[in-house]
Each structure stands twice: as C-alpha cells, then as structure tokens.
C-alpha cells in the first residue's frame, strides 16, 4: 500500500440532523429556541404581568401545577421563579436532590416521570450537568424550562439580563428586532469557560445587534470560544475592554467546576477585579451587571456592587417579571402545535 | 458435515488477485474447491446456494469489538455479539478484555471460545496486557497465547508508564503477540465526554483534546523505535486524529512495524453530530473534527489505514438514557459496518469495491496472523459473505441481533445487503431472501 502524502480533497459526507428539540412549544431549553418575535412577545408580556393587579394576577394560571427540580442550590433562580409561579395562582412544589428519592439513585429520567404521574404540567429545572434539561424534555414529552444547566445555558437569566439592558439603552422600545442593540458594547468578564450566563448571554445578545467582548485570561476563556456564536470577540485586557463598553457583566469564579485548575487568585484580581478605580477611569458610565451570587473582594469590588451604577438587584426584579412571562408561555402553549 | 456450493456468483478475493465469475465449494470447514461457473466437480450432494447477482467474499473481519462477556451479559453475550456479527458479513472477530473479570488468564481465554458460550462466528480474545488491566504487572503471554490469544491490550485502560510499555512491547514481541494500544493519555481526558473544540465549548461539556491521543501514539513509536531490534508490533486501535494518523504514516516510513484502524463513525461522524447531547453519539474516542474526519477518509483512500474496525461496544438502553456526561463510551457497530463502507467509500469516495473488503478482511486477517482467513483460496477456511452490492436498505436498530440498539446509525441509508454469512462451512446467517436450493431434490 502507498503512503503518499495526503492531499486535502472536499468529500461529500453526511450531514449532522436537524434537532428534534424542542419537543414541547412551551418549552425553553435554549436562548436558541426563541425566535426574534417569541423574545419580543415574551418581554411584553412580562411588561404586561408586571403591571397586572396581584389580585387578579393569581387567577391567570390557577391552580395549575408546576414542579420546581433542583439538583444544585440556588437562591436567586429558585426564589424567583416560585413566587413568579405563585403569583400567577400556580401551585408548586419543590423537589431537590438533597432530601429526594435522586439520593437514593434514581435517575432524572424516572423523577421527571414520577412528577409528571403526579400531575406535574411543567417543570423548571436546574441540574449540574450540561444537557440535564433536553433529557428531562424527552423523557416527559412536558414543557420544560431551562433553570441552569450545568455549564451551558441559562436562558432566563439571558433575557432579564436583556430586559435589564434595554430598560437603561433604549427606555420606552416597543419592539424588538435584529438591530435593536446596534452600536452597544457588552463586555462578559470572568470565568466565560465554566458559566452557563455567558453562553445564554452571548448566543443571545448579537442576534439583536450587540456587539460582545468576552474578557478572562485563557484557563478560563479558551479561544475557541470565539467561534460559538456570530458577534463575538476576544478582548484579554479588562481596561481595553470596558473603554468601549456600555455594559459590563461580571461573572463569579465557579470554583465548584473548576476540576483541578490552578489559578492564581492574586494575579487574577489584578487583572480582572471590577474596581472603583477602573470603573472611574474606563468605563464611567457603563451599566454593571451581575449574575449572582457575587463574591464581594473577589471579581467585583463592594463599593462597585453597591455603587451608583451598578443594576445587579434590579436584574433580580427583570428575573421576577420574565419568568411569570415564562411560565405563562410554558403552561398555555399546546403540544402538537408546534 | 454438509456441503455448500455457492454458484453463479461474482467472487471477490482481493489477497488472491480474484475478480470474476467463479463458483466456489466449502468443505468440512475449509475452502474446497473454486471453479469457473458451472465447473465444480464435486459438488454432488452439496447444498447449493443461488449467488446469481451477488458478490462472494471473504467473511469480514473484526478485529475491534466487545462482546460484554462475562461479566455483563445484560450488554451483550457472545452469543447475540456473533449473532450480530454474522448479520454484518463478519466471520470472525477479536473480542477486547475489557469483561468482568478482565480477560487476563488463559482461563478465561478458552472460556470465551469454549462452544457453550454458542457463538454463530469464530471469536479470537485478546488478552489483557497487564493484571486486570491496571498498567503495573504484565501478564504471562506465552500463557495466554497457547489459550487462544491473538494479540495484547489494556483499551479502555491505556498504558502510560513507558517502563511498562517498553516491558510489554518486548514481551508480547518474544511471544508473537501484537500490542494493541488505545491511544489516550487519560491524564489530559479528566472529566472529558467529548472532543475538545467548538462544539464541547458551546455545549458546556469538558473535552478531550487531540493530544491526549496523538502524544500516546507519538509516546509508543518512540519506544518501538528504541526497541527497534525486537520486532514488535504496535498496532493503534480506532485512530481518530489527523495527527495520530500522521505519526503512524511516518513511523512506517521509518520501516517500524505499526498498524492502524480506523471506526465507520471517525470516518463519517464529526463531534457536529453530538447535537443536543445525544449519548449515542458518545464513544471514546470521540467523534473529532470534520478535519479529523476528513484525514481518516484520506488515510483509508491512501492505504496508511490497514483495517476498518467497528469498536462495537453494546450498552444497555437505560445506561444510554442519562446525561451525556454520565452515559457510558461506545455504539455498537457491527450490522453497519459493511453497509456504511460500501456506501460512503465505494460509492461515495470511489474507494474500489476490493480495496474496502480489504479493509474488512484480508488487511485485519494478516494484521493480527489469522492464518487461513481473509481469503478463498482452496484451503482456506470456508468463512464467506455473500452479499448483494446494489440493494440500498434502512438499517433499523430495533431490528438488530445484538442485546444493545445503541447505535448512531439508526434510520441511515445502507448500501449493501448481506444474503449470507458462512462460518467455517456453517450458514451463520441467512437473510429472509437468502434461497437455499438443493443438488439432491431428495434432500429437498
């Protein structure tokens, strides 16, 4: 047999198949998922609830059932999408890998099941591992909502991160479209590599516009993070970055996924570290935001998080508002009709 | 032992420059007889069976699969493993160590290949190169030679000491063993259910990265070279990085013994086709790049790559219904292998019909000293695919003979169908077309 040197030839191969998700239209698995217009109607109608009496409110989706499964600890996503349920008149039930039969083994499969026979109609899920909600979709055939999976997504978070935006950048817009956010520069710092915010983020803001500089020494923004979605670039240095930004969001080291990385934390912060004193000298007007929790001393400076331009916890009332936009979504949609 | 007398066929056997309508007679096991049509002259009494159309060939070596057995017959016996094999065209494969216990005795070695484990093809173990596969002790070759043992490895396990590599190359060497290596260094694959790129970023999942197999096989070429006067051969399983591929191509300039194989999903799948985390679209390693992809397509084309080897690997449907980093590596393979080949390397990228059974048997028969095998020469074992090359047909996963439907190919377009598979003179299998006529209507 010869051994010739290769020679690169285009072959003709099989191609990847379309994706079969998502099975239910009233899921949201994926910023991906949405349509331009499904963003616009979902954030009108999260302006639409928002305004709605409370006394009224419960009775859009009363008595509806909606289960809550978490496989790792949150604060902010849980709280807020229980008394985004509530409010709305659903009832809830929370089930968490701790204190559940999933200590005993059994598989996200047969607890998505187990919730469905119960009459579960939906569930919101969070889960440490990537791909935890399109599993739980196919096994349940019910809508189901992305709530964090493991480091890929977190569409919610996307869109009140963009409801936030848009409340600061463009006050009063009626809607939405691919050039909405043309000419805003948002800048994602931190650890890209391990945030599922980052990815929802960046797969979502340039398909209205923006333009976003993803910003981390390399053990936590590999270069091939450029090629994931259209709109994005790599900008190393943190002070060149926030110069040509008008929003900065901030991310959390994941120390819980960093799976031996050595990092130099010191070195970190001097490079990295939202100070008042870079924020003063090269982005003294940008909005700061954060995805939470933060770790105060660490990424961001208290006197940043607490500071007059910081929206971190208007972000948590976004979040409160988009997700009864969401669950509403999740629960009148119609399977079949997709 | 009955006769068979495959009549009016085209027979193909590429080790033996044959390319033409012949008629061919098995006998007691072996090759009998090969004649031009209609000239068989002891055919009396045979079974005779209606090739008019088909192509004979060699049955297909594997030399690459896992038959779960023993130790995880709920995967995978080596019963439903060989059945699945004989309706892929294979005659004969190498079954990996990998069971529980790990095939590392001489015992376990003869268990597999005793005929109350009732399988429908020849199975050749390999042994475990070290005690229960865990890269310190070596085992005894001579040992597990004298059972039935066609070559030594650790797979899933790969050897990272250099001592013990150097150990193990010289010692299976002295015994006439092959060293089979999984290339990986598992140092760099931590935590990892992908390959490294694009795709695992977008997706959140860790990846392994093209190194972790390209320095193992850079690591093993460089040991041989320094025991180049032993002779060893070192033989990559399932190659899938353009510059693994590379360092064995240059290692065989440098006249070292070093083989290859490549699998049908690193030569049609790219880690594109892992989608929305579809496990079976998980095997390790795993599907690379399309420019990995496309270098194991120009390997094969150019000869660098000397056998197609499927990596069957069964798993049981609820190990496969979990999250992608939690699903076990590995697809089955077996009732897809020919049909992929003849459809993408013969049809598609015009590989030449003899040239890609080549690849599925005489190339892995004389890779691993299957002596007898790979051909029809007359003498030869009486291990034939007769197969119809025009038909295109739907291969379903539901409808497969293996234990395990863990397969990426499921609703894929085949090209190829095997009518029969003839096991050393047995009819292994027979599709619901395959006519069986007689010489004798008495035995009608």
């Known amino acids: ?338 | 032992m009955t006769a068979i007398a495959i009549k009016g066929g085209h027979l193909i056997d590429p080790a033996a420059g044959v390319d033409g309508h012949y008629d061919i007679l098995l006998r007691d096991g072996r090759v009998a007889e090969v004649a031009a049509p209609g000239k068989l002259k002891l055919a009396e009494g045979a079974e005779v069976l209606d090739a008019k159309g088909l192509m004979v060939a060699p049955g297909l070596i594997d030399i690459h699969v896992h038959l779960r057995e023993p130790g995880q017959t709920y995967k995978e016996t080596i019963a439903t493993g060989t059945a699945a094999a004989a309706a892929g065209g294979f005659t004969a494969v190498a079954a990996m160590p990998n069971t529980i216990p790990v095939n590392d005795s001489p015992e376990i070695t003869r268990w597999m290949q005793a005929p109350e484990r009732g399988a429908s093809v020849r199975v050749f173990p390999i042994g475990a190169a070290t005690r229960g596969s865990k890269g310190e002790a070596i085992n005894d070759y001579a040992a597990l030679k004298a059972a039935g043992a066609v070559a030594v490895t650790d797979d899933g396990h790969p050897i990272l000491k250099d001592s013990v590599m150097r150990e193990v190359l010289t010692a299976a060497s002295r015994a006439g063993l092959s060293v089979i290596q999984h290339a990986e260094d598992t140092r760099m694959t931590q935590g990892a259910s992908m390959n490294l790129g694009p795709v695992s970023f977008r997706l959140g999942l860790r990846g392994m990265p093209n190194e972790a197999e390209s320095s193992l096989v850079e690591r093993d070429i460089r040991l041989l070279t320094e025991l180049r006067d032993s002779h060893a051969h070192l033989h990559v399983a399932h190659t899938s990085t353009a510059a693994a591929l590379a360092a064995v191509r240059q290692a065989r300039r440098n006249g070292l013994r070093v083989t290859c194989e490549v699998a049908p999903h690193h030569f049609l799948l790219t880690d594109e086709h892992v989608g929305l985390y579809n496990t079976n679209m998980k095997m390790n390693p795993p599907l690379r790049s399309a420019l990995d992809r496309d270098a194991m397509i120009e390997g094969i084309l150019d000869g660098v790559v000397d056998a197609i080897a499927t990596d069957h690997a069964p798993h049981a449907q609820h190990e496969k219904e979990v999250e992608f980093e939690f699903a076990p590596n590995g697809i089955t393979g077996l009732e897809t292998a020919l049909g992929l080949s003849l459809r993408w390397l013969h049809k598609e990228w015009k590989l030449p019909l003899g040239r890609v059974l080549s690849l599925l048997s005489a190339q892995p028969a004389a890779l691993l000293g299957f002596k007898g095998r790979g051909t029809l020469t007359v003498g030869s074992f009486a291990d034939v695919v007769v197969f119809d090359p025009k038909t295109e047909w739907t291969y379903r996963a539901t409808e497969s003979k293996s234990k395990a439907k863990n397969t990426p190919f499921d609703g894929w377009a085949m090209q190829g169908k095997v009518r029969w598979t003839i096991s050393e003179g047995r009819v292994a299998y027979a599709s619901s077309e395959g006519r069986v006529v007689f010489a004798n209507p008495a035995q009608a």
């Not at chain 1, 972000?315 to 988009?322: C, K, R």
């Open chain 1, 1 to 338: 047999m010869t051994t010739a040197s290769p020679v690169r030839r285009n072959f003709s191969t099989p191609p990847a198949p379309a994706s079969p998700f998502p099975y239910h239209p009233g899921s949201l698995l994926s910023v991906m998922d949405l349509s331009l217009d499904d963003i616009g109607r979902l954030l009108a109608s999260a302006t639409e609830l928002e305004s709605e009496d409370p006394l009224s409110r419960d009775r859009i989706l009363a008595k509806r059932r909606m289960a809550l499964l978490f496989y790792e600890s949150s604060t902010r996503t849980r709280t807020s999408f229980e008394l985004a349920a509530k409010s709305l008149g659903v009832d809830t039930t929370l089930v968490s890998n701790l204190s559940s039969s999933i200590e005993k083994g059994e598989t996200l499969k047969d607890t998505g099941l187990t919730l469905r026979a119960l009459g579960a109609e939906a569930i919101i899920l969070r889960h440490s591992s990537s791909g935890g909600a399109w599993l739980l979709e196919e096994s349940t055939g019910l809508p189901v909502i992305n709530a964090g999976d493991g480091m890929h997504e977190h569409p919610t978070q996307a869109l009140l991160d963009l409801r936030t935006l848009l409340a600061h950048l463009r006050p009063g817009i009626q809607s939405i479209g691919a050039d909405t956010l043309a000419g805003v520069t948002v800048t994602i710092a931190g650890d890209i590599l391990h945030s599922r915010v980052a990815r929802s983020n960046l797969l979502l803001l340039p398909r209205l516009g923006a333009r976003v500089l993803l910003c981390g020494p390399p053990k936590l923004l590999p270069e091939i993070a450029v090629h994931a979605s259209q709109g994005i670039e790599i900008e190393r240095n943190f002070e060149a970055a926030l110069a040509q930004s008008q929003a900065v969001m901030m991310l959390r080291i994941q120390a819980e996924r960093l799976a031996g990385l050595q990092l130099d934390l010191d070195e970190y912060k001097a490079s990295y570290q939202l100070t008042g004193q870079r924020l003063a000298e090269f982005a003294p007007t940008a909005l700061v935001m954060h995805p939470g929790p933060i770790i105060r001393g660490m990424e961001i400076t208290a006197g940043v998080a607490d500071g007059p331009q910081s929206v971190i916890l208007e972000q948590v009332s976004h979040g409160f508002a988009i997700r009864m936009a969401v669950i509403e979504r999740a629960l009148l949609a119609k399977a079949g009709h997709a």
